[in-house]
T-cell receptor
Framework: AQSVTQLGSHVSVSEGALVLLRCNYS??????LFWYVQYPNQGLQLLLK??????LVKGINGFEAEFKKSETSFHLTKPSAHMSDAAEYFC???????????FGTGTRLTIIP | NAGVMQNPRHLVRRRGQEARLRCSPM?????VYWYRQLPEEGLKFMVY????????ESGMPKERFSAEFPKEGPSILRIQQVVRGDSAAYFC??????????????FGSGTQLSVL
């Protein structure tokens, strides 16, 4: 069975500082990996995804993530935090051909002015 | 092109009543998924439907919950005889026809169900 662990339910960073949100997964087959962002009172929006190919994936709003098979990780980073990045972030995993996404419990990102 | 539309945004029910949650997928999308988000938890898959067919309902509770996606009209998630533990945010997502559709999911804004 697949699972996703997001370390840190709450993360606070200063505006302009590096953002690092951690995600580790468990999967018996090569996974598809996703990061979603949820702003207050809104649905989830896809930030980026890894399916095959290059392990460093660039997404919207300056975010990127690197798939590291040896560490079973898919951490999300952004070099310089902006106030508008404050939101909840979810990591998710699925198999190719499996329509179900398995989500982590989320990380709430707070940006300190 | 409107996104995935869910209504109502907020639904309050008393224990024992029925809750009906609606989801209109994006135009051209024929796959619908329902997820539930309990407080302080991630989203949990409930059911995957295509037009007039339930493809995977492995995440649906065995009793009181049902879902449909008719040929015409929105997808409906129905919860009969609601209990307090059903209080959660229910999200719908849709994707276009084709392979690897989990890569192309678009989520609605959710329905917050509160059971008194």
């Amino acid at each position: 069975a697949q699972s996703v662990t997001q370390l840190g339910s709450h993360v606070s960073v200063s505006e302009g500082a590096l953002v690092l949100l951690r995600c580790n997964y468990s999967s018996s087959v090569p996974p598809y990996l996703f990061w979603y962002v949820q702003y207050p009172n809104q649905g989830l929006q896809l930030l980026l995804k890894y399916t095959t190919g290059a392990t460093l994936v660039k997404g919207i709003n300056g975010f990127e993530a690197e798939f590291k098979k040896s560490e079973t990780s898919f951490h999300l980073t952004k070099p310089s935090a902006h106030m508008s990045d404050a939101a909840e972030y979810f990591c998710a995993v699925s198999d190719y051909g499996n329509e179900k996404l398995t989500f982590g419990t989320g990380t709430r990102l707070t940006i300190i002015p | 092109n409107a996104g995935v539309m869910q209504n109502p945004r907020h639904l309050v029910r008393r224990r024992g009543q029925e809750a009906r949650l609606r989801c209109s997928p994006m135009k051209g999308h024929s796959h619908v998924y329902w997820y539930r988000q309990l407080p302080e938890e991630g989203l949990k898959f409930m059911v995957y439907l295509q037009k007039e067919n339930i493809i995977d309902e492995s995440g649906m509770p065995k009793e009181r919950f049902s879902a449909e996606f008719p040929k015409e009209g929105p997808s409906i998630l129905r919860i009969q005889q609601v209990v307090r533990g059903d209080s959660a945010a229910y999200f719908c997502a849709s994707s276009p026809p084709g392979t690897a559709t989990n890569e192309k999911l678009f989520f609605g804004s959710g329905t917050q169900l509160s059971v008194l």
